[in-house]
């Protein structure tokens, strides 16, 4: 290959100039890796509103699963739904629950460790959860539960949720699951940490632990992507602290004021952070952290790209390759310093701010057979931003305009 064609091949490469639509019907990321993530397709549904119903709805779909694994169900929660403990999700397919606007799930238990947590998915596929509200008893290190626990599952779609003071984390990730996409959700802690408990911490607002421990058998494994959410007031620590998994932060919001660190670099971790915006003192301070530092245990890579307020690097210890994103999947992002209008939003940004509404079909697009947006008209500029010919000679903006009104841009040279 001579050095023009070389040239041009590097100038064609695709510039994305778009955000991820924050009411997308489709996942961005790792979930949708090796597979379609469609849930229940918003087949059958049903509305729960009491904790009774809930169980027996997820009964029901875990029924369907053993008898059809092609079987679907939908679930809408309405209202607030009282727990003591895990409610658990668990060996289902084709699977999705929507939280209506104004719903949540709730646990007030805080000491008892037997009695906290909220939802536990464990062994599922094809599922998703979109527009929940968990909200819990506030932060004590007594090893209890969490908000949300994902385990031995696959294909599992978070979407605009939000986490709130969960005793031991918000939403921790572990055991083997695997190609997971969060996406426009929000953590924070409204309620004071408790401390004495009997883990040591006194201050126990660590939101996002994803791999347990360094020996375990998540090699492989724990592959997410989160994109578009927020870190806001209250957390401390792991934002996510991430072990094993290749992970991609993208256009994520970190604005707590208490943030010790965010992004936690754990032990065969290879994450990639790209385009966020830290933007309180503290998470400006310390972006991210290692912790792979035990000997034996120090193998990490990190990226950090594009971002507000943390320095371009890239480290590692070990030989495995860096993680790069988009040779996995496509994704289109916001620039770092549109980050925080879009995610802290109060009608469309992170948490639970879909307008669900009962009865009526929400996650529509991803329909076998949808039409995808086609080229309306391309448009050729000179370097200096004048629009020419598509025949002027040198190098050109070429941008094509897309019929859902999206814009995709590259640089192309005519001789």
């Known amino acids: 290959m001579n050095k023009l064609a070389c040239l041009i091949l590097l100038l064609a490469t695709t510039i994305v100039a778009q955000a991820i639509p924050s009411n997308s019907s489709t996942p961005v990321g790792w979930a949708s890796v090796g597979a379609s993530v469609t ?9 729960v509103t009491t904790l009774a119903e809930l169980e027996s709805a997820l009964q029901t779909a875990r029924n369907k699963t053993k008898n059809d694994a092609d079987s679907k169900m939908t679930i809408y929660i309405k209202g607030e739904i009282e727990t003591s403990g ?41 599922l998703i959860m979109r527009n929940m509200t968990f909200k819990s008893a506030g932060a004590y290190d007594i090893d209890a539960n969490d908000n949300l626990t994902l385990q031995s599952s696959e ?11 969960g005793v031991d984390g918000n939403f921790d990730c572990n055991n083997q699951a695997n190609y997971v996409s969060v996406t426009w959700c929000r953590f924070r802690y409204l309620i004071e940490p408790k ?34 959410c927020w870190w806001d007031e209250g957390c401390r620590e792991r934002m996510p602290r991430i072990r094993f998994g290749k992970v991609h932060v993208l256009n994520c ?13 754990g032990y ?62 496509k994704y289109d992002s916001l620039e770092a310093s549109e980050v925080e209008a879009a995610v802290a939003d109060p009608s469309t940004g992170a948490g639970a701010t879909l307008n669900i509404q009962e009865g009526e079909p929400f996650t529509t697009q991803i329909i076998v057979g949808e039409t995808m947006p086609s080229i309306v008209e391309t448009i050729y500029y000179n370097t200096a931003g004048v629009r020419v010919s598509p025949n002027t000679k040198g190098v050109l903006i070429k941008t094509d305009v897309m019929s859902d009104q999206t814009r995709k841009t590259s640089r192309v040279i005519v001789r």
């Open 39 to 47: 849930g229940g397709n918003d087949e059958n549904p049903v509305v």
């Open 86 to 126: 895990y409610v658990y999700v668990q060996d289902t397919k084709n699977l999705t629950i929507y939280g209506l606007p104004g719903s949540a799930m709730v646990n007030t238990n805080r000491t008892e460790k037997a009695k906290t947590g909220i939802m536990l998915i464990k062994r599922c596929q094809n």
């Open 155 to 165: 294909h599992i779609w978070i979407d605009h949720c939000d986490f709130q003071d």
């Open 195 to 228: 401390a004495g408990g009997s883990g040591g911490s006194n201050d126990h607002r660590f939101s996002n632990l994803w791999g347990g421990s360094d020996t375990a058998s998540d090699e492989g494994c724990l592959n997410t992507t989160f994109a578009c």
């Open 253 to 265: 919001l970190y604005s707590t004021t208490l943030a010790n660190y965010c992004v936690g670099v």
């Open 268 to 329: 065969r971790s290879n994450v990639y952070i790209e385009k966020c915006a830290f933007t309180s003192s503290k998470a400006k301070a310390t972006p991210w952290k290692n912790y792979a530092t035990k000997t034996g245990y120090t193998d990490y890579n990190v990226t950090v790209t594009g971002n507000l307020g943390a320095t371009d690097t890239q480290k590692r210890s070990g030989s495995i390759e860096y993680f790069i994103p988009s040779s996995q999947y």
